[in-house]
């Protein structure tokens, strides 16, 4: 794992003294709330529903054990004993009090974390592939890409008060598992005949209130390059962006009112008008980090797994090949009944913080999809490790299944939300108790967003819910066929909204019918795909 | 309101209208001795890439910004190439050196440091 040396933690160190600073001045009346609120914003700080909420950093969701037993802490002594992860691989904490927050970050501070550009209208948290350095495909570990880029765009002078919120999202595979086209800018690291690694660069992709994909505005430059293209980018979109509305203020909708070529010219001018040398990456830079990342494993035989029932369903459910033989990566499903999905308690931290520094090279990382991951497991330690995570709640056996969901605060925290989310996903498990039936239904995303920001990522969902206000009543827009991979798709609407309690059995009819009619090996997004939305709708709402 | 340099001193310029921020352009403007950009808000930050782009394209005039620029920004302005800034007679009050300075390391270059930080890791 990269470790911070002197300069990060005397910067991390300084933004803590500086935040502490702005905050005295705001409780003191003399920072007025106008010039608070970007402040607050740009250190992770929302004035939400019932309490200030802090949204930490997990710089591309990798975090270190001792990282998570004191986030535990954090949630134990200022919070309610409790953290929500998000879907871009950050944790949040929705108790806290004002004034304790500096404190907070201080106690952050000591291992290497911190609240830095997780919110505001800047370069936020560059997200990753949650798998980095365990799949075997990978150009170079992606988390590396992503580190250059946190250094580059932290505190960065030019780009701290853009139009609005810049999402970057980096791959180094063929499979995008982080939803690279769906952001602000996507990149993806290649292999390159001349470059050795190069890059293809998306942008104007994004989900909330106007859904678009991104366009592959620049291919196979040299990777060495990428800080000054990226500076190109911003330039232009921080001098072009609409600042007048900030629902047109996206990158998005300036790629679009330009049109991709005069995008792409005003980028290269740029890149070529103002290359500046020092933003150049050497060869030396991408193996010092490439190092730090790296993680020894030798390989082990393969074992051959006897065990229960429940360690076979867990095992195939759960758990992933690792490019090392004999190692798997261990899924911590956070979608149990009875919890709000990304929710986990103090103890459960605890309780992953120890299992990952006994099983997994002390290293955790954080999904999109709001769960955990213990990547580095050995075969022979799996057993064993089931054994631990089951006695904390932690080893449902639901990874990729219908209530694997993922689903935004919504209005139970949201000061922004329309409707309920969290209400909606404890149903999906009410609705489909049985293991063994949604194993039968098979892989199946359901995103659940609370209002049209699009938290939940319900575009990208085969089932997409999204919560509306309707004559003060919170009602709901299904989507389906959406994807955020292998041809990225945004999901189609199929039909009116419905009420809170019509949702289920909506979507009850729906799964019903793909049982039914699928063919054989077709899992239900395929089903979308040949069957279409308007036979679905027809059916969906024949009780209507 | 008064307009501080990188030292936090009240400098006695008068000046100049201010550009529109789509003028960063030296072919056009750097005939000019002093140039101002304007800070329309206090999230907007146009200027700063406006200031970044002629100090990159080599102009060596005197630029200006000038609005609701606020102590917390004042480094970020001096670091893309503002020579001073304008801050409200409270704001001005309030000043710190470490309003000045909040960071002691930087990731990126500036063009207000001869020496920008390069870091391998």
Same mark, same amino acid.
């Given at each position: 794992?990269?470790?911070?040396?002197?300069?990060?933690?005397?910067?991390?160190?300084?933004?803590?003294?500086?935040?502490?600073?702005?905050?005295?001045?705001?409780?003191?009346?003399?920072?007025?709330?106008?010039?608070?609120?970007?402040?607050?914003?740009?250190?992770?700080?929302?004035?939400?529903?019932?309490?200030?909420?802090?949204?930490?950093?997990?710089?591309?969701?990798?975090?270190?054990?001792?990282?998570?037993?004191?986030?535990?802490?954090?949630?134990?002594?200022?919070?309610?004993?409790?953290?929500?992860?998000?879907?871009? @691989?950050?944790?949040?904490?929705?108790?806290?009090?004002?004034?304790?927050?500096?404190?907070?970050?201080?106690?952050?501070?000591?291992?290497?974390?911190?609240?830095? @550009?997780?919110?505001?209208?800047?370069?936020?948290?560059?997200?990753?592939?949650?798998?980095?350095?365990?799949?075997?495909?990978?150009?170079?570990?992606?988390?590396?890409?992503?580190?250059?880029?946190?250094?580059?765009?932290?505190?960065?002078?030019?780009?701290?008060?853009?139009?609005?919120?810049?999402?970057?999202?980096?791959?180094?595979?063929?499979?995008?598992?982080?939803?690279?086209?769906?952001?602000?800018?996507?990149?993806?690291?290649?292999?390159?005949?001349?470059?050795?690694?190069?890059?293809?660069?998306?942008?104007?992709?994004?989900?909330?209130?106007?859904? %678009?994909?991104?366009?592959?505005?620049?291919?196979?430059?040299?990777?060495?390059?990428?800080?000054?293209?990226?500076?190109?980018?911003?330039?232009?979109?921080?001098?072009?962006?609409?600042?007048?509305?900030?629902? *047109?203020?996206?990158? *998005?909708?300036?790629?679009?009112?330009?049109?991709?070529?005069?995008?792409?010219?005003?980028?290269?001018?740029?890149?070529?008008?103002?290359?500046?040398?020092?933003?150049?990456?050497?060869?030396?830079?991408? @193996?010092?980090?490439?190092?730090?990342?790296?993680?020894?494993?030798?390989?082990?035989?393969?074992?051959?797994?006897?065990?229960?029932?429940?360690?076979?369903?867990?095992?195939?459910?759960?758990?992933?090949?690792?490019?090392?033989?004999?190692?798997?990566?261990?899924?911590?499903?956070?979608?149990?009944?009875?919890?709000?999905?990304?929710?986990?308690?103090?103890?459960?931290?605890?309780?992953?913080?120890?299992?990952?520094?006994?099983?997994?090279?002390?290293?955790?990382?954080?999904?999109?999809?709001?769960? %955990?991951?213990?990547?580095?497991?050995?075969?022979?330690?799996?057993?064993?490790? %089931?054994?631990?995570?089951?006695?904390?709640?932690?080893?449902?056996?639901?990874?990729?299944?219908?209530?694997?969901?993922?689903?935004?605060?919504?209005?139970?925290?949201?000061?922004?939300?329309?409707?309920?989310?969290?209400?909606?996903?404890?149903?999906?498990?009410?609705?489909?108790?049985?293991?063994?039936?949604?194993?039968?239904?098979?892989?199946?995303?359901? *995103?659940?967003?609370?209002?049209?920001?699009?938290?939940?990522?319900?575009?990208?969902?085969?089932?997409?819910?999204?919560?509306?206000? *309707?004559?003060?009543?919170?009602?709901? @827009?299904?989507?389906?066929?959406?994807?955020?991979?292998?041809?990225?798709?945004?999901?189609?609407?199929?039909?009116?909204?419905?009420?809170?309690?019509?949702?289920?059995?909506?979507?009850?009819?729906?799964?019903?019918?793909?049982?039914?009619?699928?063919?054989?090996?077709?899992?239900?997004?395929?089903?979308?795909?040949?069957?279409?939305?308007?036979?679905?709708?027809?059916?969906?709402?024949?009780?209507? | 309101?008064?307009?501080?340099?990188?030292?936090?001193?009240?400098?006695?310029?008068?000046?100049? !209208?201010?550009?529109?921020?789509?003028?960063?352009?030296?072919?056009?403007?750097?005939?000019?001795?002093?140039?101002?950009?304007?800070?329309?808000?206090?999230?907007?930050?146009?200027?700063?890439?406006?200031?970044?782009?002629?100090?990159?394209?080599?102009?060596?005039?005197?630029?200006?910004?000038?609005?609701?620029?606020?102590?917390?920004?004042?480094?970020?302005?001096?670091?893309?190439?503002?020579?001073?800034? !304008?801050?409200?007679?409270?704001?001005?009050?309030?000043?710190?050196?470490?309003?000045?300075?909040?960071?002691?390391?930087?990731?990126?270059?500036?063009?207000?440091?001869?020496?920008?930080?390069?870091?391998?890791?």
């Amino acid at each position: 794992m990269y470790k911070y040396n002197t300069i990060d933690q005397a910067i991390v160190d300084a933004r803590v003294s500086q935040f502490s600073e702005q905050m005295t001045r705001y409780l003191a009346g003399t920072l007025p709330e106008e010039q608070f609120m970007p402040l607050r914003l740009q250190n992770g700080l929302y004035i939400q529903r019932h309490a200030p909420m802090l949204r930490v950093a997990i710089p591309y969701g990798t975090l270190a054990g001792y990282q998570l037993r004191h986030l535990a802490q954090v949630a134990r002594q200022y919070d309610r004993g409790y953290g929500h992860f998000t879907t871009r @691989q950050n944790i949040q904490f929705n108790w806290l009090a004002l004034e304790q927050v500096p404190e907070v970050l201080g106690e952050l501070a000591t291992v290497q974390m911190h609240a830095i @550009q997780t919110s505001g209208a800047c370069v936020r948290n560059t997200t990753t592939d949650p798998l980095a350095g365990t799949v075997p495909d990978e150009a170079i570990d992606p988390r590396v890409v992503c580190e250059l880029i946190r250094q580059w765009s932290t505190f960065h002078p030019e780009f701290a008060y853009l139009p609005r919120k810049f999402k970057i999202a980096v791959v180094a595979t063929e499979e995008d598992r982080a939803a690279i086209e769906v952001h602000d800018v996507g990149i993806r690291v290649k292999t390159h005949a001349i470059h050795g690694l190069a890059f293809d660069l998306w942008v104007g992709g994004g989900l909330g209130r106007t859904p %678009l994909l991104g366009h592959r505005l620049l291919a196979d430059l040299p990777l060495d390059e990428l800080r000054n293209w990226l500076t190109a980018v911003l330039r232009v979109y921080n001098l072009a962006g609409r600042r007048d509305n900030k629902y *047109k203020a996206r990158i *998005k909708i300036l790629v679009n009112a330009m049109g991709v070529e005069a995008f792409r010219e005003a980028v290269t001018h740029r890149y070529l008008t103002d290359h500046d040398s020092d933003l150049k990456i050497s060869p030396e830079t991408l @193996q010092d980090l490439g190092d730090s990342f790296a993680c020894t494993l030798q390989p082990r035989p393969i074992e051959e797994h006897r065990g229960s029932a429940e360690f076979q369903r867990w095992y195939l459910q759960n758990t992933k090949p690792h490019r090392v033989m004999g190692y798997r990566s261990v899924f911590i499903s956070l979608k149990r009944p009875g919890t709000a999905p990304g929710d986990v308690t103090a103890q459960q931290m605890d309780v992953i913080a120890d299992l990952a520094d006994q099983f997994s090279q002390s290293e955790i990382r954080t999904t999109h999809d709001q769960n %955990l991951i213990l990547p580095h497991v050995a075969e022979s330690d799996l057993e064993a490790l %089931l054994e631990a995570l089951s006695a904390h709640d932690l080893a449902h056996p639901n990874l990729g299944l219908i209530s694997d969901s993922i689903a935004c605060p919504g209005l139970d925290f949201c000061s922004l939300a329309n409707a309920p989310s969290l209400s909606l996903a404890e149903a999906l498990h009410d609705t489909f108790i049985d293991l063994d039936e949604q194993v039968d239904i098979g892989p199946l995303e359901v *995103k659940i967003s609370g209002c049209m920001n699009a938290c939940g990522h319900h575009h990208i969902a085969h089932i997409g819910i999204l919560g509306v206000e *309707k004559k003060g009543q919170p009602w709901y @827009q299904i989507t389906l066929g959406g994807r955020d991979q292998q041809g990225a798709t945004l999901g189609k609407r199929l039909g009116p909204a419905v009420p809170h309690d019509d949702v289920l059995p909506l979507i009850k009819r729906l799964i019903d019918t793909y049982l039914l009619e699928r063919q054989a090996g077709e899992y239900f997004l395929g089903f979308v795909d040949r069957i279409g939305v308007d036979y679905l709708k027809e059916i969906s709402y024949a009780t209507h | 309101m008064p307009l501080i340099n990188p030292q936090g001193e009240v400098t006695a310029l008068t000046p100049p !209208e201010a550009l529109d921020t789509t003028d960063s352009d030296i072919t056009t403007v750097g005939d000019l001795s002093m140039i101002a950009f304007a800070f329309d808000s206090p999230v907007d930050g146009k200027a700063f890439s406006a200031a970044a782009l002629l100090r990159a394209e080599g102009y060596t005039g005197t630029l200006v910004g000038v609005g609701p620029v606020g102590l917390d920004r004042l480094a970020y302005g001096f670091r893309v190439g503002f020579d001073v800034l !304008e801050l409200t007679d409270d704001a001005w009050q309030q000043l710190k050196p470490h309003h000045l300075s909040p960071f002691p390391h930087h990731y990126q270059p500036a063009t207000s440091t001869s020496q920008p930080l390069k870091k391998s890791a």
